[in-house]
């Protein structure tokens, strides 16, 4: 039996556009992202929701945002998703991002033992207890990583007049890990610590340790999203980040990221423009 030649000419597109008669490749981005939105469950919560809607498969890498940035200028990823604003402008302003948008927030609170060493339990200003901390020279455990949850704090010691690298490997204790990994040394030193308010809910090894100061405008804590942009890094998933983009900053996105709750506690706060 001959072969008809318009058939030929379908198996030859169909194997150079990598699809085949059953229906085309499972299409999937990268999202460059913080470890306080993965570890919080957000993305397991999201994610399938999205993948119905739209197909697309998101694959998370879970880093602070200094590696987050640094990957997705490295071309490693189809959207950055972290929470440090003047980087993630700065990142845009270099050509690497096509805009962006704020997403969502929550807010930082400082969380240690019961003893309270450093009296700053009950009270409401984040430089107030860094100088504490920093006069009794009881325990800070420090992310120092360059995420955005370090970022921020580093400004709040620079703000309080303190440099407490200083003090690094005495009082000071920089983990060099993730929000996570932070708590559980903090928690197994006896430190004070600074922490995403969603990380801190579904932490799951607390013990004794509590919540003791929060409600400082200075603690505020924003989320942004860009798609990365083709110009630059040329394997970016254009279409399918947009979508993605497009999704999380939508109606329906946004509803679903608000619904998100553990322990009957809401983790993040819509805010999309």
Not at 100 to 117: E, H, K, T, W
Not at 176 to 201: F, H, K, P, Q
Request: charged residues 20%; negative net charge; proline residues 3%.
């Amino acid at each position: 039996m001959k072969t008809r030649p318009e058939t030929i000419l379908l198996i030859a597109a169909l194997a150079l556009s990598g699809t085949n008669p059953a229906g085309s490749a499972e299409t999937s981005i990268i999202v460059q992202s913080t470890t306080s939105t993965a570890n919080s469950g957000l993305y397991d919560y999201l994610l399938p929701t999205f993948k119905m809607d739209t197909g697309i498969t998101v694959n998370v890498v879970a880093v602070g945002t200094g590696q987050a940035i640094k990957n997705a200028k490295n071309c490693d990823g189809d959207v950055l998703l972290v929470h440090a604003k003047s980087a993630e402008e700065k990142f845009v302003a270099e050509g690497f991002g096509l805009s962006r948008q704020d997403l969502m927030y929550n807010d930082l609170i400082f969380v240690g033992p019961p003893s309270d060493a450093a009296a700053i339990g009950g009270g409401r200003s984040a430089i107030e207890a860094l100088s504490k901390i920093a006069a009794s020279q009881a325990k800070f455990a420090s992310r120092g990583d360059n995420s955005g949850t370090h970022k921020k704090e580093m400004a709040l010691w620079q703000e309080a007049g303190l440099d407490p690298g200083q003090q690094s490997g005495r009082w000071y204790l920089e983990t060099g890990s993730g929000m996570g990994a932070t708590l559980n040394a903090a928690v197994g030193s006896g430190a004070y610590t600074m922490a995403d308010r969603a990380t801190w809910i579904s932490f799951s090894n607390k013990q004794d340790f509590k919540i003791l100061v929060e409600g400082d405008d200075m603690l505020f804590n924003q989320y942004g999203i860009i798609a990365i942009n083709p110009n630059r890094c040329a394997q970016v998933k254009r279409e399918a980040a947009q979508k993605f983009v497009d999704w999380m900053l939508s109606a329906k996105g946004q509803a679903a990221i608000a619904s998100y709750q553990l322990e009957g506690q809401q983790l993040f706060f819509p805010n999309a423009n």
